[in-house]
Every structure is written in C-alpha cells, then in structure tokens.
C-alpha cells in the first residue's frame, strides 16, 4: 500500500512523503477493521483510505485507476463512516497543485477549511540546549505535546496512548528523536524529530509560561544541528492556521516550501 501511495506522490507533486512508519503509527490506534479500506484490481491495491481521525482521511487513487469511479466510491465510504463515528464533518488535505483534485472536491460539495504549510530552513552544525528526554521524562514531553496542541483552534483531544504511538512507539524510534529543554526537573519544551532522508520536525512544543525566551529556536537549532552532522541539506516541518505558528517559524529563519488547504464537507 505505501508503495502505491508512494507512486501517486511522485507522479502528482514529484515528492514522496509517506512512509511505512506513518502509516503504521496511524493504524496502531483506530479501529483496523473498520477505519480503513483498499482497492483491489487483479490482486493489485489501486486505492486506499483511512480515517485516523473521525473528521480527517487520508485517501489515494493510484493514477492508472483513476476515472473508473474509485474516488467517489471512498468519499461515499468515508462520508458513512464519519457519521457512524459521530463526527460531524469529514474532510482530507491536499497539496493546492492538485487543482483536478479541488475542483473534484468543489463538485462533491467540500469547501477549505483551513491552510496548511511545509517549510524548511538550512542545516547548520552549532550549539544548543537541547538534549534526549530521559526515560521518566517521556510522559511529560507527550502531556506538553498534549497542552500546547490542545491550544489550537477546533481540535479533538488526543490520549497519551495516541501520542506513545505517534513518537516513542513509532517504528524506528531512537532515544535521540525526541528532545526537550528543561528548566531545573521540569521540561518545559520538547520536539520530535523523524530522520528520513532529511530531519523534519513532526512536533515542537513550549510550555506556555516559558515562551518568548528562545526556546522554540533552540529545539529547530538541535534539529539544524543533527541535520548537518547526518549530512542531510535542511530541516522541515508543517504548520497549519489553526495553530497560529506561520508567523513564529518564519521569524525563525524558516520559508514557506508548499503550501496545503483541508477541503471538508459538514454530515
């Protein structure tokens, strides 16, 4: 399945983005059974969906199977299965390139939501605060995962359990991945990095009362840092308006790369 989706990325923005991992980590806490789908042609998947959040779907068509009526089969499919999970709208990302894919979505009813961005800053080898999180730290870096996320407009709160699957228990996880900065015992920021190929930051976190003191720069300086000594040309992350943060990675040195809209229809 990854390598189909794999073979859509390239061949509809030229990058792949999805790993193995991703897909694993999201699968570990939904409903294997009945949150996700593939298509099968000649015992070949040409499509897939999958809700890991009742309101949000990832969801791919291979290209050579496209038109034959698969992707409004899954939006049926998704659309179904968000209401029976009580959700009241259900709705995807997509890259803004994919103009087919937005006029489809226009045409099925789905309007944007919000907007999403990659961008990314140079490596750059130099000194930081930045350390391992130590074994009974982990809990507290997730639970301020949990509080600085939680601060963002229109979001569903998520357990422990779903971050230990998203970080710690991601295939692949090594001590050094997640990072924080404390202030005496307490940790008062934290990040998680994936290494793939490049660094990219998949989560970074300041508690509340510890902001405005540098230490949001210091996390992407320790990500920049890795990033050199591993030989890899920059460090990325996503950031969407619900969060607020364009604004503050962009002072930190960072460019926008790509740009993304969730397009979502209310049940």
Same mark, same amino acid.
């Given at each position: ?123 750059? %080898?130099?000194?930081?605060? @930045?350390?391992? =999180?130590?074994?009974?730290? #982990?809990?507290?870096?997730? $639970?301020?995962?949990? /509080? &600085? ?72 300086? %320790?990500?920049?840092?890795? @990033?050199?000594? =591993?030989?890899?040309?920059? #460090?990325?992350?996503?950031? $969407?308006?619900?969060? /607020? &943060? ?22």
């Amino acid at each position: 399945m990854v390598c189909m989706v794999n073979e859509c990325e390239l061949a509809d923005t030229g990058e792949i983005m999805l790993e193995s991992a991703d897909v694993v980590s999201d699968l570990a806490r939904i409903d294997r059974e009945r949150d996700a789908v593939v298509i099968v042609q000649n015992s070949r998947i040409v499509g897939w969906a999958m809700l890991w959040d009742p309101r949000k779907r990832w969801a791919d068509v291979h290209p050579s199977a496209r038109r034959q009526g698969i992707g409004d089969w899954i939006l049926r499919w998704s659309q179904w299965r968000a209401a029976s999970l009580g959700a009241q709208r259900i709705g995807q990302t997509i890259d803004d390139v994919r103009s087919d894919v937005v006029a489809w979505f226009i045409a099925h009813g789905y309007t944007p939501r919000y907007t999403s961005w990659v961008l990314a800053v140079p490596s750059e %080898a130099g000194a930081h605060s @930045a350390g391992p =999180a130590r074994a009974g730290e #982990v809990d507290a870096a997730l $639970d301020l995962f949990e /509080a &600085a996320f939680a601060e963002h407009a229109d979001r569903r709160p998520e357990s422990r359990e779903h971050w230990r699957s998203a970080t710690v228990e991601r295939p692949g996880f090594e001590p050094d991945d997640l990072l924080v900065i404390r202030a005496g015992d307490e940790v008062v920021a934290a990040a998680f990095l994936i290494e793939a190929g490049e660094i990219w930051v998949d989560k970074l976190a300041v508690a509340a009362d510890h902001r405005r003191q540098g230490l949001a720069r210091e996390l992407l300086r %320790a990500a920049r840092d890795r @990033a050199a000594a =591993a030989g890899h040309p920059h #460090v990325r992350l996503s950031t $969407d308006s619900n969060a /607020a &943060a364009l604004e503050v990675y962009t002072h930190l040195g960072m460019t926008v790369e790509r740009s993304f809209t969730h397009w979502a229809i209310d049940l």
